[in-house]
């Protein structure tokens, strides 16, 4: 075989090679937590596998893997797109809850364009992280629509911001100890008390340090009894071990799948790390979606919730 033939099916095995060793190290993760970091990135190592297999399989090599990887890539942020959210003109019906959860970034200034993100969604519940002091303009911006307003930004690195429709009985924060910086706060909705927490843990490379404070969330959730939301950003996909940890030892379901970073990179998000889990009470009436960019890294998540009924 000609040695220009052989470099392009030599490229599609070694890339075939990497995929499956990124979709096969995950499974590693018991014998050393670092290996977690490539769950992160399980869709796109299944996209670079398909691509390099059939490259292999039509003896097309690099002339097609490229191209699929690359339309895959865009497939899954076109598909994240078919679930963005243009806004709602009015709040749920009685008996429901819209969520957002936003990242709004710290280097994030720009206020007017996060609040008319916000009105445009109409939540009854808002979590904010990366709350920085510049953003202390948004409960007047928003009192119209989300007249209750908490955070912790009294405390040292605790950037997180809660509104809500409905008044808060009470509400509490905390960081600096074993688990993430958090809001919790009691919601009176008209069906009902709701405990909300908002959150936002580490990142990689600190995985050891993220998988503790994930633990230690889940002690803290445990304790609050009744129907409970938690959100967040969980710097984490669906597929890694911190997200199945919070599932098992929470028993919340993830109602959360849809990328939502990163948001630089136009309407091409290819990574779901701000997620929303609640109670098995709480059943999903619509999305999840994403909202529009507000000038974060990350695209807000939004999604309505309502008690099931016995």
């Known amino acids: 075989m000609p040695a220009a033939r052989r470099v392009p099916g030599r490229l599609c095995t070694l890339g075939l090679l990497a995929a499956l060793c990124g979709l096969a190290a995950p499974l590693l993760t018991p014998l050393w937590l670092a290996f977690d970091v490539f769950s992160q990135f399980t869709i796109q190592f299944a996209i670079l596998a ?24 865009l497939a899954l942020s076109l598909w994240a797109d078919t679930h963005r959210s243009a806004g709602f003109s009015a709040p749920p019906p009685a008996g429901q809850i819209r969520v957002m959860s936003f990242n709004t970034w710290a280097r994030n200034h720009d206020v007017n364009s996060i609040a008319a993100q916000v009105h445009r969604q109409r939540p009854d519940i808002l979590g904010m992280m990366e709350y920085a002091p510049p953003k202390q303009k948004l409960p007047a911006m928003l009192k119209d629509i989300l007249p209750y307003h908490g955070d912790c930004m009294n405390k040292p690195h605790c950037y997180l911001g809660f509104f809500s429709r409905w008044p808060i009985e009470k509400i509490t ?28 843990t580490l990142r990689f490379p600190w995985l050891g340090s993220q998988l503790k404070q994930i633990k230690a ?15 967040g950003d969980f710097n984490t996909t669906p597929f890694s071990i911190m997200m199945r940890t919070f599932v098992k030892r929470t028993h919340l379901l993830r109602r959360t799948y849809i990328p939502s970073w990163p948001a630089w990179a136009g309407p091409l998000p290819q990574l779901a790390i701000d997620h929303v889990f609640a109670s098995r009470s709480l059943r999903t009436v619509s999305g999840p979606f994403i909202g529009g960019n507000a000038g974060s890294d990350h695209f807000p998540v939004i999604l309505t919730l309502e008690r099931a009924k016995k």
Not at 175 to 192: D, K, N
Request: hydrophobic content about 45%; glycine content about 14%.
């Open 217 to 231: 969330l889940t002690r803290m959730v445990n304790k609050a009894r009744g129907p409970k939301i938690v959100l």
């Open 173 to 200: 924060g905390r960081s600096l100890w074993e688990g993430p910086p958090y809001l919790h706060a009691i919601v009176r909705t008209p069906s009902g008390p709701l405990h909300v927490f908002v959150v936002h």
């Open 50 to 73: 398909v691509a390099c297999a059939a490259g292999l399989l039509t003896g097309r090599g690099w002339k097609l893997a490229l191209p699929v990887t690359i339309g895959g890539m």
